[in-house]
Nanobody, 120 residues
């Protein structure tokens, strides 16, 4: 099972980016999916999460600017980031609870991270 993130890059302040993260491999279900970020010298922290049913949760710092969504048929989670600020610069990691046939339990997985740089 793998999570592969894409969509990062360099953008000017006020601009937008859309991140995607697709799960691949053999599994029976994906429960919660989400995005976390880690800026240089800081701990990794929550950006947003979404349940399989579509319930969302956001960090206060991104509310009103970022939107998380998912396509269950494609096993993919998205993060639409608008009105980007320099403080949004970080490596963004996707995360998911995935049910595998090896244990028939949900296990937490991380993607490889994608760099988002916002220039002021």
């Amino acid at each position: 099972v793998q999570l592969r993130a894409s969509g990062g890059g360099l953008v000017q302040a006020g601009g937008s980016l859309r991140l995607s993260c697709a799960a691949s491999g053999t599994f029976f279900s994906i429960d919660s999916m989400g995005w976390y970020r880690q800026a240089p010298g800081k701990q990794r922290g929550l950006v947003a999460t979404i349940t399989r049913g579509g319930r969302t949760n956001y960090a206060d710092s991104v509310k009103g600017r970022f939107t998380i969504s998912r396509d269950n048929a494609k096993n993919t989670v998205y993060l639409q980031m608008n009105s980007l600020k320099s403080e949004d610069t970080a490596v963004y990691y996707c995360n998911a609870d995935i049910g595998t046939y090896s244990s028939f339990q949900y296990k937490n997985y991380w993607g490889q991270g994608t760099q988002v740089t916002v220039s002021s």
